[in-house]
């Protein structure tokens, strides 16, 4: 590339200022607009109410507000992800000077009736009393829950209450801000610092220091002029949507995490790696990046200041190995994606030989909020060494299943009693499993585990990614593990030994034993296999995938033991 | 492979020729034109991208989303996921399989549907869930199957 001359670099620099103004304009642009309407109608179309319905439930709206005469008076907007999952579609309405009024299950008619008879009348009659027909309130669902009430949403904020395609909503909801605040007011060390100071870790499922990392990368050299960091969105966990639904939400916070990660560190560029079964979060990262682009938020000589950035997507094609950093690496290099041993850790030798931060999408945009709202505020809340909150995918037998936001800390009580109303089969609890088929089962006794990093490994689980997943007294331990495992090895990429073979015999002693044809020994076997893959595997792959096993009959031995074919003989004889 | 087909790989190699860790991103877009990934079209992408043919088959059998057959012209993916397992997905699979006559990743022999289990579509509350063409499913159960395949059967007019 030819080096430009000061005056170029100058010139450069002074449209970067123009557009660090224009950008904050369109914010106050969009707030002054706002302003005009009298009330807004958020109808989630995230992707499990657009898969309900969602879609056709905002035409309607669109049609009914146009029919009614109220498009100028009334702001409709697709949102991202409002919670509540298992109500779908949800549509919110706010009027001017009223409370908030959620509706569930919606449906077109629904939708035509909420505007003309909830709507219409109230718009410009602050005095009058909402009342609804019976259809109308059976459909209400109540803000006072404790699913709403329970959480604490930070990263998950504006999903529900904002257009994730709106760069200008974005802005005036703070977006961008805290970049600017980095540029402009702090050196990159006094923002490694805020990041560090906050106890942030990684949200993909380790934990690892957020802060100790980008320090790494702060420190390596630049290799031929580059640096890179990586946003992990391969949520290949079964049963967990985190990560699409905050991408789908709107990927500018994500990105906003990034470049600021990239000038504390002096990163150059930035890569999504997202999974390919994601359409609507590959297609909110694309219009980030396009419209970041746009803004002059990614490219040469950001805002005016000597910082340089940009960022590309790349897709995923189905390999849960790939949410391994290192087979991560390899992937997005245009290989099979396969991991490759450590160290050389991804900050010396990462993406194309070159040093590399790897965080996942729930990482970056906790990045954003710590910096605008400082450290302590981050740190205020959580445990000890577990600060901030938690997105989970609460799923299963659970009646109010979503998507939730929690303090680290939260118990495993509140999450399923409180936040999840219990189960949705009015049979007991008997225990939920976090960390995917990397995680093990938390059994009922433990009810009052508080959910942090610590806690959950000490009886064998992990934090992992935030699935989180329900299971009542009709669900067979052995037959979830069995369904775990089956998973891994099917997904095993084969490269070591301990993980291709050892998952592999794993499941069929399992198996055996799912058949009624196991005995003692062969439940013995499985214990040693698996001690050997945590310690013998190469990746996190084939290091975790024992634990819904190993987990499972820790906690649930006497299920194991009723299938066993010499069940009645003692142990040993 | 016609003129037609070569234009479009012609594209696609234009697009990705000279850019870093380009192989898997064109596959998607091979994909994306064809429905599955043609082998004479994947071979004539990697001649001009450079990328010798062993590792284009290698990436293609390893990653799941790849497919190199062309599927059936209704694609159905059962989710079984883990939220959708234990809510019955598996009951599902084997009612399609049961109603189409075929197994999970074939195609029936009309051409008509092809089955697929997948892990996963991010909408767990709505297990467990099956999508048809994009069209979705939810809180499915086995009893369902076969009239909404019958609704697709009806669409071809038999």
New interface residues.
């Given amino acids: 590339m030819v080096e430009m001359t000061p005056e170029q670099i100058e010139k450069l620099k002074a449209v970067g200022r123009m557009q660090k103004d224009k950008l904050l304009q369109m914010g106050k642009d969009f707030t002054a607009n706002n302003e005009k309407y009298d009330a807004t109608i958020f109808t989630c179309n995230a992707?499990?109410c657009?898969?309900?319905g969602g879609q056709n439930v905002y035409e309607a709206l669109k049609q009914a507000l146009e029919t009614a005469g109220l498009s100028e008076r009334v702001r409709l907007v697709a949102t991202g992800c409002m919670g509540?999952?298992?109500?779908?579609p949800m549509t919110r309405i706010e009027i001017k000077g009223r409370k908030p009024f959620l509706y569930k299950e919606m449906t077109p008619d629904v939708a035509h009736l909420i505007v003309e008879q909830h709507i219409k009348p109230l718009l410009g009659h602050p005095e009058m009393e909402l009342k609804l027909a019976p259809h109308l309130q059976e459909k209400e669902l109540s803000m006072d829950l404790p699913f709403f009430t329970k959480q604490r949403r930070v990263v998950l904020k504006h999903l529900g209450s904002s257009d994730p395609e709106d760069l200008g909503e974005y802005v005036a909801n703070g977006g961008y801000q805290a970049l600017i605040k980095c540029l402009f007011e702090m050196t990159p060390e006094q923002v490694l610092d805020e990041i560090k100071k906050s106890g942030l870790r990684g949200r993909g499922g380790g934990g690892f220091p957020t802060g100790k990392k980008w320090e790494l990368l702060a420190k390596a050299p630049l290799v031929d002029g580059e640096k890179f960091i990586i946003c992990n969105g391969d949520e290949?966990?079964?049963?967990?949507?985190m990560d699409?639904?905050i991408l789908g939400g709107g990927s500018h916070a994500v990105l906003e995490g990034m470049l600021i990660a990239a000038y504390a560190t002096g990163a150059t560029s930035g890569w999504f790696y997202v999974r390919?079964?994601?359409p609507l979060a590959l297609e909110r990262v694309e219009l980030a990046i396009k419209q970041a682009k746009k803004a002059g938020i990614l490219g040469k000589n950001i805002f005016g200041t000597d910082f340089s950035f940009m960022a590309e997507l790349?897709?995923?094609?189905?390999?849960?190995v790939c949410g391994e950093e290192t087979a991560l690496m390899m992937?997005?290099?245009?290989?099979?994606?396969t991991p490759r041993p450590r160290p050389p850790y991804p900050t010396e030798k990462g993406l194309?030989q070159k040093p590399t931060i790897i965080n996942n999408v729930e990482t970056w945009a906790n990045v954003p909020q710590i910096i605008l709202n400082g450290a302590d505020w981050f740190a205020s809340v959580g445990t000890e060494t577990s600060k901030g909150t938690k997105v989970f995918?609460l799923?299963?037998?659970v009646k109010h299943?979503?998507l939730v936001e929690v303090p680290m800390g939260t118990t495993v009580k509140e999450m399923v009693e409180d936040v999840g109303g219990g189960t949705s089969t009015g049979k007991p609890f008997k225990a939920v499993?976090t960390g995917?088929p990397s995680g093990g089962v938390i059994p009922a006794k433990e009810l009052n585990l508080p959910l942090c990093y610590e806690e959950l490994k000490k009886i064998g689980s992990m934090m992992g990614s935030g699935?989180m997943?329900v299971?009542d007294e009709s669900?067979s331990m052995v037959e979830?593990a069995k369904?775990?495992l089956g998973?891994t090895v099917d997904e095993s990429?084969g490269k070591c030994a301990p993980c291709r073979l050892g998952g592999y015999q794993m499941l069929k002693l399992l198996t055996k034993i799912a058949d009624g044809k196991g005995t003692h020994a062969d439940l013995e076997k499985i214990k040693e296999i698996g001690s050997a893959m945590q310690k013998g595997s190469l990746c996190g792959l084939g290091q975790t995938s024992p634990n819904p096993v190993l987990s499972t009959i820790k906690y649930f031995p006497e299920e194991y033991e009723a299938l066993l074919q010499d069940k009645d003989e003692k142990k040993g004889c | 492979m016609n003129e037609e087909n070569k234009a479009k790989v012609d594209a696609i190699i234009r697009k990705w020729s000279g850019k870093r860790g380009a192989l898997i991103m064109a596959l998607h877009e091979l994909q994306g034109q064809f429905g599955y990934v043609p082998w004479e079209e994947a071979l004539y992408l990697g001649q001009e991208l450079g990328i010798p043919m062993a590792k284009i088959y290698e990436c293609l059998t390893f990653y799941n989303y790849f497919k190199v057959k062309a599927p059936g012209k209704y694609v159905i993916s059962v989710c079984d996921g883990t939220a959708c397992h234990i809510k019955g997905g598996a009951s599902l699979i084997e009612e399609l399989e049961k109603e189409l006559g075929v197994p999970a990743g074939a195609t029936t022999d009309d051409g008509l549907f092809y089955v697929q289990v997948v892990r996963c579509l991010g909408c767990c509350g709505l297990a467990p869930v099956m999508v048809i063409n994009g069209v979705t499913y939810g809180k499915l159960t086995t009893d369902k199957i076969k009239s909404i395949i019958n609704e697709w059967r009806a669409k071809e007019g038999n």
Avoid: V, W
Wanted: net charge negative; with cysteine.
């Fill in positions: 992707t499990s657009h898969s309900g509540l999952c298992a109500a779908g290949g966990d079964p049963g967990a949507y699409s639904c390919a079964e994601y790349r897709i995923g094609a189905g390999a849960f992937s997005l290099e245009g290989n099979k994606g194309f995918a799923t299963g037998k299943s979503g499993q995917g699935g997943i299971m669900d979830i369904f775990y998973f990429c």
